[in-house]
């Protein structure tokens, strides 16, 4: 039994004794104490006014003495009107501390064949272009959530859908075709950037067209319709939809080209899947979903032949399925991708990482698969995110104004070698280490300044914020980390061997306790983190772990520490928050260096 659940029953032995009556679950309420204030576990007493028929401080100083008196680890209390502060026994932590020594993935679950099986969709791309700046937001929380849901014991199916077909493809085709002059991906130009500027070619050049058709007296929406090479797209959805041998070729071509180039992004950035489905596969089990909706009388079809589903009863909108021309819109493709994982995975969730301008579309999706009669429909979960900007404003993909992933990247290797050279960290390290320790920094300030933020909120990039080394930054972390190994090994090499256990009768200071507090509360971070599907909660907690590590670090010697017990201890609580440290920046998916 940890402490929080021996302090509730504790809690409410106590309460029943002094009054009589037992309250429930939630008329006692445990938090951890401010810090401001003296204690180390806060009971809330004003929900337990109605028993106790008397007033706050003296219902508080009652159950102070009772708690004293009959547990153990509770050694002194203070109280601030309505709220009872429990100090806890150092004696309770550093035994707490010596458990957690045999345990070697303290605060991680274990996953069973039983565990619930929780399916996440993340990544997402279309394959008109490279992945950019608001991709590694998407794929940096969903790599994320993943990990922490399995620390959390959770069976996870990590899936990517790529979007790759529809008219934003054979924008790329189409402009290839007319600009391309034969050009093929090479050394310096991946795939995925190649198609990227065809995609970008075909805006400058439709634009042109539309501007040339309104000076010659058309306004500008029917300009927007009627421009030949919007006609020219779209007559060649039409014929890849109809399997035309030339278009499907040119497709297979420029669609490899982009996955050699993903895959490459998708390696540097550490993210992975156990399963890739495709939009030309889903979208057909979809539209085929839909027709059968359609003979139920489940959807609608209009006078010109599109079809639609009708939410008004539901508070929403009428929303299209099937376009007048029978071609599927991405509702079509969502509805046959939940239906084939469904039936290859049967997952007990699906998670969907996508960005808060698709609310509605998920509300409309777990909707319309309700109306299908899927009893799993009201399992689907939209974990939503706000959009990542730059200093200068939004990005555009289609006027090539996008912050490229691989160019962003290596922007931060390049400034994250720069800067440690500068301040002297890679001094000593042959180039090999230097370049390696580099990419760890510099990859390691993008995660964590994107994982920091909680996932619901918009932010701003800040690239040169993020690799500074004494902020609230990625670089910090990592340098704390490598500080903490630096003195494992110089105790090493004085023959100071970490101990089998810790003295319960240390005396500890603020700052020793603070620390062992906080790795006390690791698992239960952990669990927050799932629960809201916030990495946001592991980042921060990490963070806020090595500075309360770097003011000890200052204001206590560790291995010139004389008193040999005390020593030993630091040592080990050392080494813990090493270990804590880089299993927590693992569920980020960054790496830590061992030396800087």
């Not at 009863?313 to 509702?331: A, F, P, Q």
């Not at 370049?435 to 300044?449: H, P």
């Amino acid at each position: 039994m940890n402490l929080y659940d021996k302090l509730y029953t504790s809690v409410g032995e106590a309460v029943n004794s002094l009054y009589g009556f037992t309250p429930d679950s939630k008329q006692i309420q445990l938090q951890k104490t401010r810090k401001e204030i003296e204690g180390d576990i806060t009971l809330v007493v004003f929900p337990l006014l109605r028993i106790s028929k008397k007033s706050p401080e003296v219902t508080a100083d009652d159950l102070g003495k009772h708690l004293e008196a009959n547990v153990d680890e509770v050694v002194g209390f203070s109280i601030i009107k309505g709220f009872l502060n429990l100090h806890i026994a150092n004696s309770y932590y550093l035994g707490f501390l010596n458990e957690i020594k045999e345990k070697a993935n303290y605060g991680i679950q274990d996953v069973s064949p039983d565990s619930m099986k929780i399916m996440v969709e993340y990544s997402s791309p279309n394959t008109n272009k490279p992945l950019h700046l608001g991709h590694i937001r998407n794929n940096l929380l969903g790599n994320s959530i993943c990990r922490i849901l399995k620390a959390n014991g959770k069976n996870v199916i990590k899936t990517n859908i790529v979007n790759d077909r529809g008219i934003h493809i054979c924008k790329s085709m189409l402009a290839w075709q007319k600009w391309g002059n034969g050009e093929t991906p090479s050394a310096t130009l991946k795939g995925d950037k190649l198609v990227g500027n065809y995609y970008v070619k075909f805006d400058l050049e439709y634009k042109k067209q539309i501007k040339e058709m309104v000076q010659g007296g058309m306004n500008q929406e029917k300009a927007a319709k009627e421009a030949p090479l919007m006609k020219e797209a779209q007559d060649m959805l039409r014929k890849w939809e109809a399997k035309e041998p030339e278009v499907h070729k040119l497709w297979h071509t420029m669609n490899h080209w982009v996955y050699d180039g993903f895959d490459i992004t998708y390696k540097r950035l550490g993210i992975d899947f156990d399963k890739i489905y495709y939009e030309s596969d889903t979208y057909l089990v979809g539209r085929d979903t839909v027709l059968n909706g359609l003979e139920k009388g489940l959807f609608l079809k209009e006078d010109d032949g599109s079809v639609w589903v009708d939410l008004r009863s539901e508070g929403l909108d009428k929303k299209i399925l099937l376009r007048s021309d029978g071609t599927s819109v991405y509702m079509t493709q969502d509805i046959g991708t939940a239906q084939l994982r469904q039936q290859d995975y049967n997952p007990d969730q699906m998670i969907y990482v996508v960005g808060n301008e698709q609310n509605y579309h998920f509300k409309v999706l777990a909707l319309i698969l309700d109306k299908l009669g899927y009893s799993w429909a009201k399992d689907l979960f939209h974990m939503s995110y706000g959009m990542v900007e730059l200093p200068e404003g939004k990005m555009k993909s289609r006027e090539g104004t996008v912050v490229d992933a691989d160019d962003l990247m290596d922007e931060m290797i390049k400034t994250a070698r720069e800067m440690s050279d500068e301040l002297g960290k890679l001094d000593g390290l042959s180039d090999d280490e230097k370049t390696e320790i580099s990419r760890i920094v510099g990859l390691g300030a993008l995660k964590y300044f994107i994982l920091k933020v909680d996932p619901v909120k918009n932010m701003t990039f800040n690239p040169k914020e993020s690799i500074d080394f004494n902020g609230h930054t990625g670089p910090f972390i990592q340098y704390t980390y490598a500080r903490i190994q630096s003195v494992l090994r110089k105790a090493a090499r004085e023959g100071i061997q970490s101990k089998d256990s810790v003295h319960l009768s240390i005396e500890l200071s603020s700052k020793e306790k603070s620390l062992l507090k906080m790795l006390h509360d690791y698992p239960e971070i952990i669990e927050e983190a799932g629960n809201n599907h916030s990495p946001a909660v592991i980042a921060n907690y990490v963070y806020d772990l090595v500075k309360e590590y770097n003011q000890f670090y200052h204001d206590h010697n560790i291995i010139k520490e004389s008193n040999k017990p005390v020593r030993d201890f630091r040592l080990y609580l050392s080494q813990m928050i090493g270990f804590i440290v880089k299993s927590g920046m693992d569920l980020l998916g960054i790496d830590v260096p061992e030396q800087m």
